[in-house]
């Protein structure tokens, strides 16, 4: 079993950063991917960065060059770096771990990111 909890979520403006961050706790050691998700009201729940074991990380075009995925293994923990904000990125932040040989995944409870025109 894996727990993630997600924090750093708030209020900004355009053009502002936040740093959101992902800790997990329980095994693992099992895991082989982290990725960070968003949710906004009404709409599906979609993939924006990740990062592998391996430490190769991906993002979705909408972000590429705002937005950096990041890792700390001793503290387990991954961090979404986000400059540059807009709007349209509002969204209720999830990260999501998948772990073990059956790639199990994980989910945290979220954080909620605002952004203000």
């Known amino acids: 079993q894996v727990q993630l909890v997600e924090s750093g979520g708030g209020l900004v403006q355009a053009g502002g950063s936040l740093r959101l961050s992902c800790v997990a706790s329980g095994s693992t050691a099992s895991i082989n991917y982290i990725g960070w998700y968003r949710q906004a009201p009404g709409k599906q729940r979609n993939f924006i960065a990740g990062i592998s074991r391996g430490g190769n990380t991906y993002y979705t075009d909408s972000v590429k060059g705002r937005f950096t995925i990041s890792r700390d293994n001793a503290k387990n923990t991954v961090y979404l770096q986000m400059n540059s904000l807009r709007p349209e990125d509002t969204a209720v932040y999830y990260c999501?771990?998948?772990?073990?040989?059956?790639?199990?995944?994980?989910w945290g409870q979220g954080t909620q990111v605002t952004v203000s025109s």
């Open positions: 999501k771990a998948t772990a073990d040989a059956r790639a199990t995944d994980y």
